[in-house]
């Protein structure tokens, strides 16, 4: 094994975050590690104990546990251990111990910390929190990757000036870009058309070489709005190419500047207050996915982007009950509308379907019964139409089981807790996370008190609640790396929603039921259960920051997806990350895992 200073060097520069220090820093750095040989079934640190530094595999493997004994990694050469607990208290937060002979490299905490101090890209990698995003949502300041269409229009120069209209006219756009393979060597629009085909009296078999704007200015992903405002003003032009390394890539026109200004979530919630049918809504919930794209280009925080999305939901449901009121008549006594799921954890993405119920006064008759039942298959169809798919569960209004009196509905939620069998756990896991969208709250308001306290003393049901939690993991595999979906369409990606934010979210419900904390949003739940103290702060912190990390990837994907012009999923492949990425998100997860761990051990939390 290499432990002359030269080899020592060349090994830690084939690794983040080491390869990013200039000469100087490694000089200082490299003759800092201590070399070590333990040999199999060593310990290397017990959870709890000061830890000496930072420990890097040079050989060897390395098997971490957490409080409970559970294996959450297997390390190997290049991995490093034990920076959770440097940049904390100091304190290990798992247990280390070499699987068989194992050479390790120490960097001492006095060095680590200079490190990390000196070194911004050092820093970076080992800071576990997700930082803050600057802020960025105006147009001017929006990088032109956000602002660009991606779908281009492209024809070779020795195509005709009849050829490029009737393509722009089956498109119905202005432009189109003239190619020589990815290379972009014009444009040409319909001002170009009629300025110097038709007014000129040129033949329709005209090259669109001859008339093309040959060598057109263009911009780089990398520039902002403002460039994009300039160069239109000052040239006179309203299209916009966009270039990277001579590749096409993108276009930008005044339509699309337009288009980026009007989608505000503000602006779509006004929209639909005043839409009369749930077609014309539909035409406001298809912009949803551009929303999305500019709150996270603006370096909006995951909770508030799902925030603003789930206001354009719950607007348009309670549009569809004032429009079934309209057609069916007033209601003939008192009802309460309400949102399950993402929707009513206020945490929808690009991607949603529609959970929701009905509570009716007890004083409902059998015959108003059949009134809330038209006024269900109204809203949930007319949601339907607006892009909030039906729910394949059929956990929706329209199952006469979930429009219901409220009487029922306490009998159910006391049959879930005394007999909480396989069917009431999923149950009552979707009806714990009930927020009011439209009706009388008062009909919610007792009855989630009650329920509440009532789950929380029955230990049995809470067990069975913690153990239906615990069916949805993390993606760890234990060689360092990731368990991604091995057969189907996303064979070897990760399923972030199910496996990534769908833990958080369980372990959340639970805290909520324990502590009678009356949130429905998982952050918000977490941050309750903290000031409460029924979470530490140390443990729900790490908690906290391992969700923001998996919800801001999720978000920041979907992204993607529809900038490229497809739909927004869950399904994201490792390859797609930077090492950084997929050693952070590795760490988010392995922290869930611990915290399942300690959920399941019925320790809770761990502090």
């Given amino acids: 094994m290499p432990t002359a ?39 290397v640190y017990d959870i709890g104990a000061p830890l000496e530094g930072l420990h890097v595999v040079q050989s060897g493997q390395v098997e971490i546990r957490d409080g409970n004994g559970v294996v959450v990694s297997l390390l190997g050469p290049r991995n490093s251990f034990g920076e959770r607990g440097l940049t904390r208290d100091g304190l290990a937060a798992t247990s280390a111990r070499t699987l068989e002979e194992t050479v390790l490299l120490l960097l001492p905490v006095y060095a680590f910390d200079a490190l990390v101090r000196d070194h911004a890209a050092a820093a970076r990698f080992f800071d576990r929190s997700r930082a803050a995003r600057p802020q960025r949502s105006d147009l001017a300041r929006s990088r032109v990757e956000t602002l660009m269409t991606t779908r281009l229009l492209t024809l070779s120069a020795d195509a005709t000036v009849q050829e ?16 020589e393979g990815a290379a972009l060597k014009g444009i040409l629009t319909l001002r ?14 005209t090259p669109v070489s001859r008339v093309m704007t040959a060598d057109p200015l263009s911009l ?30 993108g276009m930008v026109t005044q339509t699309d500047l337009t288009r980026f200004q009007a989608v505000s979530s503000a602006g779509l919630v006004a929209e639909i207050a005043g839409a009369a049918t749930p077609a014309e809504m539909a035409r406001v919930t298809e912009r949803i996915p551009q929303l999305l794209v500019q709150l996270v280009a603006g370096g909006n925080r995951h909770e508030v982007v799902t925030r603003l999305i789930t206001d354009v939901a719950d607007t348009v449901t309670r549009r569809l009950l004032a429009l079934a009121e309209a057609r069916f008549g007033p209601a003939p006594v008192p009802w309460l509308w309400l949102a399950c799921g993402s ?19 007890n004083a409902a008759t059998d015959d108003d019964l059949a009134y809330f039942a038209r006024l269900a298959k109204y809203v949930c169809d007319g949601l339907d139409e607006a892009g909030y798919f039906h729910c394949p569960g059929d956990m929706m209004a329209t199952n006469p089981r979930w429009c219901q009196r409220v009487g029922t509905w306490r009998q159910y939620f006391a049959r879930w807790i005394t007999r909480p069998d396989p069917e009431a756990q ?3 896991s979707v009806m714990f996370d009930l927020r009011p969208i439209g009706g009388t709250v008062s009909l919610f308001a007792d009855l ?17 609640m913690i153990a239906n939690s615990l069916k949805h993991t993390p993606p760890l595999g234990l060689l360092r790396g990731f368990a991604t979906i091995r057969t189907g369409e996303h064979k070897n990606s990760l399923d972030l929603k199910h496996n990534g934010v769908v833990p958080v979210v369980d372990l959340a419900r639970i805290h909520a039921l324990q502590g009678r904390l009356p ?17 530490s702060g140390r443990g729900g912190q790490d908690l906290i920051d391992a969700y923001d990390l998996i919800a801001e990837i999720r978000l920041e994907h979907q992204a993607r997806l529809v900038k490229r012009g497809d739909k927004p999923d869950n399904y994201l492949a490792p390859a797609d990350l930077s090492d950084f990425e997929r050693s952070h998100l590795r760490d988010a997860f392995v922290v869930i895992k611990s915290m399942q761990s300690a959920m399941g051990h019925g320790r809770g939390m761990p502090g």
Wanted: aromatic fraction near 4%.
């Fill in 164 to 179: 490029a209209a009737q393509v722009m006219a089956a498109h119905r756009v202005s432009s189109v870009c003239i190619t």
């Fill in 426 to 428: 999923m149950l009552a």
């Fill in 519 to 535: 949130a429905v949003n998982t952050r918000a739940r977490l941050d309750a259960a903290i000031a409460a103290g029924s979470l």
């Fill in 5 to 43: 200073p030269e080899d020592l060097r060349r090994f830690l520069t084939s690794m983040h975050p080491y390869d990013a220090l200039d000469d100087e820093a490694l000089d200082t750095l490299v003759p800092q590690f201590v070399v070590r040989t333990l040999p199999a079934g060593a310990a």
């Fill in 192 to 205: 170009d058309v009629s300025g110097k085909v038709v007014a000129d009296g040129l033949p329709y078999d």
């Fill in 448 to 464: 989630q008190a009650e329920t509440l306290e009532a789950a929380s003393r029955n230990s049995i049901f809470v067990s069975h």
């Fill in 343 to 361: 929707q009513g954890r206020q945490e929808q993405t690009g991607v949603s379907d529609q959970d929701n119920c009905l509570f009716i006064d």
């Fill in 220 to 249: 780089p992903p990398s520039a902002i709005g403002s460039d994009v405002l300039h160069m239109m003003m000052e040239r006179h032009i309203g299209h916009v190419p966009v270039t990277e390394g001579g590749r096409l890539v």
